[in-house]
């Protein structure tokens, strides 16, 4: 199931999916430790006797965010119960708290008590075996904890002119054993056991009881403050207690507006649809970096149910791209944090591995080091490259010397170095490694033009740094690649470039055989020019796109773009017209191809269309999943996906860039 919220800090990320349940809570880093496993935490409402749980059919649900901020807006209706509630929920721009505003409405016209549940199925650290939880009456919270992880429920509502703390109920309970199923079934009634302490697998359940004046409202909190220990909950809850919960509520509503005070506007033609899709990836695209500077690709635990893992890991091209969108958007920071993570995790030889945990360590691959008896690097080596080619545009908008000189030496010359080398002599290649899409071992046409991005960038930073003599090594290197794409990936009586060269051997010898060369049509040929190597209106290139464009449209009433002929993945529909299904980022690349090569204001209206379609497909609240079905247009994959939204930025600013250049 998608995930329609995301809110987070850049320690704490919870989603919300879209019966408006919590399913994810990553803390103490972005995709790291999902202490919910995906498993939900239910919402119920009880009123004059009868109870619903707001993830129910029964209710009409609205899943949004407030306007430029992270704040949501989630709108709940129940008419047999004649209520409406308007929830707003954060997680605090600086202290790992989670906290939520319910405004609860009378429709039936006669006061009532309303009593609130909330449940919390929690899996601590990613496994539900010796968690705690207790009820402590000081506070009249309810805690969770696991060694150094603690987790401590309150509630509150107003009185007067201050507020009162605490839960009316609550219910401490064992799950997933000998049949049971977890406290929230005791809410169902409308009463709370108290049971108030549980080990081993365990959840709780809490409730807050308001009196709704007849056609009137009534307001009530609850958080989950996070921390190492008890001291570390209860300084955050006693924040709470003393600013008013509220207060937080307003500060993070603020912080998120400021953060995106940079944004430039739009041209007229740019629709307020588009225009606030890119201002809502903006900050989708900070809730998935990690304060230590990983850029998750997703956080959306479901993929674990069919494939035993899940995106939220750092993948070094995915974060190069992210941060090269951060970069040209002006927020130079979280990608400054990126390119340090980086330098920490590159390996002594010069390349970049698969992918990484937030904190640095290696994570899961199913790359291996062996390939027919023989060791093979299991890298993409467009990871490494395009690091070094977003590196650049940093230093080379924002010109932080003295951030850059460390990074020259550890991460800048020693991926060049590993590049230039990596490379087959007779045909000045790259050698073969994965695709893009984790699916091919090759010399892929996407990997020939980010290694040849790269090793510019490379030659760049020498020249900076008074190099001349690596410098020309590094251009000397890329300009081999230029010359055996040409020569070696262009198909003749095709008409296009082929998205891959297969080699059985450390290299093609300098020889390619008809066997040897993919003819399938593949959206990543886009990387020929993507990355500069190419003009996007060469002759060569635009007949590319032309093949790109009417093979891989996907014929049904949802379009967009597939990946490549003959996508399987996530594939549910295999009938003529359908090539894969529609991604949003190859979509994207699309667009940007009509962008660069408009020579008119006019000729940019394709370039719109397609954006306007993106926006047409993300959820409600604007989310974008890695792709969508071709006939309902429902998310498939993960949701949200990062990159889809770093591609939409991308392709807003070099839209608006155009536009200028063109007037």
Not at 196 to 210: F, K
Not at 546 to 569: C, H, P, Q
């Amino acid at each position: 199931m998608p995930r329609d919220i995301t809110l987070s800090n850049g320690s704490m990320l919870v989603n919300f999916d879209r019966r408006y349940q919590v399913r994810d809570l990553y803390w103490p880093r972005v995709g790291q430790e999902n202490h919910t496993m995906g498993h939900p935490w239910h919402f119920g409402v009880w009123a004059d006797g009868t109870f619903s749980w707001t993830d129910g059919d029964d209710w009409e649900r609205h899943l949004d965010y407030e306007e430029h901020t992270l704040v949501s807006r989630v709108t709940l209706r129940h008419a047999g119960l004649g209520l409406a509630l308007l929830c707003e929920d954060i997680v605090d721009f600086h202290e790992d708290l989670y906290l939520r505003q319910i405004t609860v409405t009378d429709e039936s016209g006669r006061e009532r008590e309303v009593r609130l549940f909330f449940s919390h199925d929690l899996h601590i650290m990613g496994y539900a075996v010796g968690d705690s939880a207790y009820y402590e009456p000081e506070r009249r919270a309810v805690f969770h904890y696991k060694d150094k992880r603690w987790f401590m429920i309150n509630v509150a509502r107003p009185r007067g002119d201050s507020w009162e703390l605490g839960v009316d109920q609550w219910a401490v309970g064992v799950k997933e054993t000998e049949g049971r199923v977890g406290t929230w079934i005791d809410a169902e009634d409308g009463e709370l056991s108290g049971n108030s302490v549980a080990q081993g697998s365990v959840d709780s359940t809490v409730a807050i009881h308001l009196t709704v004046p007849a056609g009137g409202e009534a307001i009530a909190w609850y958080w989950v403050a996070v921390g190492e220990d008890f001291r570390a909950v209860t300084r955050i809850n006693r924040n709470v207690r003393q600013k008013g919960p509220a207060a937080f509520l307003d500060r993070t509503r603020h912080y998120w507006g400021l953060w995106l005070s940079k944004d430039g506007g739009c041209p007229a033609e740019v629709s307020d649809d588009i225009h606030r899709l890119y201002l809502r990836s903006l900050l989708l695209l900070r809730t998935h970096i990690d304060n230590e500077g990983a850029i998750i690709a997703a956080t959306d635990f479901d993929t674990a149910r069919s494939f035993s893992d899940t995106y939220a890991y750092c993948w070094p091209r995915d974060g190069a791209l992210i941060a090269s969108a951060l970069i040209d958007a002006g927020y130079e920071e979280p990608a400054r944090r990126f390119f340090s993570f980086c330098h920490r995790v590159i390996s002594d030889e010069g390349y970049l591995l698969h992918k990484f945990n937030a904190d640095g360590s290696l994570a899961s691959s199913w790359h291996g080091w062996v390939e027919e008896g023989k060791k093979r690097l299991p890298v993409q080596e467009d990871e490494t490259a395009l690091v070094l080619w977003a590196l650049w545009k940093h230093f080379d908008r924002y010109r932080e010397v003295e951030f850059i000189k460390p990074l020259y030496r550890g991460l800048v010359i020693r991926a060049a170095n590993w590049m230039a080398a990596y490379r087959d002599p007779a045909t000045g290649l790259p050698l073969p490694s994965w695709d893009l899409w984790e699916e091919r071992l090759g010399i892929h046409a996407w990997t020939v033009g980010a290694t040849w991005g790269g090793l510019q960038a490379a030659a760049n930073f020498a020249d900076c740094f008074g190099e001349e003599g690596m410098a020309d090594v590094y251009r000397a290197a890329a300009d081999e690649i230029r010359s055996g794409a040409e020569k070696y990936l262009w198909i003749e009586d095709a008409g296009h470039y082929a998205r891959m060269i297969t080699s059985p051997d450390d290299g093609v010898g300098g020889e390619v055989s008809r066997d040897q060369v993919d003819r399938a049509v593949d959206a990543s040929i886009a990387g020929l020019w993507f990355f500069g190597m190419f003009d996007a209106a060469d002759e060569r290139m635009a007949a590319t796109v032309d093949k790109v464009r009417s093979r891989l449209w996907v014929n049904t009433d949802i379009g967009g773009m597939a990946r490549y002929e003959g996508d399987n993945f996530h594939r549910h529909h295999h009938e003529d017209g359908i090539p894969g299904n529609p991604w949003f980022l190859c979509t994207l690349w699309l667009a940007e191809w009509l962008i660069a090569t408009a020579r008119s204001r006019d000729d940019l209206g394709q370039a719109l269309e397609l954006m306007q379609w993106v926006t047409a497909k993300a959820l409600p609240s604007g989310v974008m999943a890695e792709q969508v079905d071709p006939h309902t247009g429902e998310p498939l994959s993960v949701s949200p996906l990062t990159w889809s939204h770093a591609a939409l930025v991308t392709a807003v600013l070099r839209y608006r860039a155009r536009w200028a250049e063109l007037g």
